[in-house]
């Protein structure tokens, strides 16, 4: 398997998670076949793995299934060898691993958080009601929460010497208790960054 030393242009300076995607074998017209590069070809091995999880019939959520193809539990769980862990567990996995990259990058945990975990990236987003919109990004709100409070716990730990992290401006909420002014705002910063990624597309475009 040929792994390019080059990151991917929308990452940091890590992945969650690395699968083969270069020179892969993939299906064009004419029935033909001709080797292709990119996250579009090491999508399928990833969501191909997680439905094989979802297919052992153990009542796996999820966010269980994400977490095992995170923490590198995937392959122990297909074969046999090992369970899932809970939903709980992952999250404190998640937290310590941010904890940790935070650490090594010289970054604040705030940072890597928001890397990790933003309720809001650039990629533009279509839902066919404001309620699927809100249901999505209320999803998004409490996997981010999760992971703070694991973070604040971590943070508590008597054997923890980083520094301390303001959580004062992190708050879990309801989106659909959001008066509409409040809502607006909070989909403000979504519409900007859907207006400077299809910006950057037009400007390679042309």
Not at 70 to 75: K, N, P, S, V
Not at 108 to 125: F, I, K, N
Not at 149 to 175: C, H, M, R
Request: glycine fraction near 8%.
């Amino acid at each position: 398997m040929k792994i390019s030393e080059k990151p991917p242009k929308f990452s940091a300076t890590r992945v969650d998670l690395a699968a083969p995607g270069r020179d892969i074998s993939s299906t064009v017209p004419d029935d033909r076949y001709q080797p292709l590069s990119g996250t579009s070809m090491a999508t399928p091995c990833v969501s191909g793995m997680g439905m094989m999880m979802y297919a052992l019939g153990s009542g796996a959520s999820p966010d269980q299934i994400e977490g095992a193809l995170r923490h590198a539990d995937a392959m122990a769980i297909l074969s046999g060898k090992s369970e899932f862990r809970s939903e709980e567990e992952y999250v404190r996995l998640d937290a310590r691993d941010i904890l940790k990259q935070a650490a090594t990058e010289g970054i604040s945990v705030l940072e890597q958080l928001e890397r990790r975990y933003p309720v809001q990236d650039e990629m533009p987003m279509a839902f066919s009601s404001d309620a699927k919109r809100d249901e999505y990004f209320q999803g998004r709100v409490d996997d981010r929460a999760k992971r703070v409070e694991a973070l604040k716990a971590l943070e508590g730990e008597p054997g923890y010497s980083g520094p301390k992290t303001d959580w004062s401006g992190e708050k879990a909420v309801q989106i659909s208790q959001l008066e509409p002014a409040e809502k607006a705002a909070f989909y403000a910063k979504l519409d900007s960054l859907n207006q400077a990624y299809y910006g950057r597309v037009i400007a390679m475009l042309t």
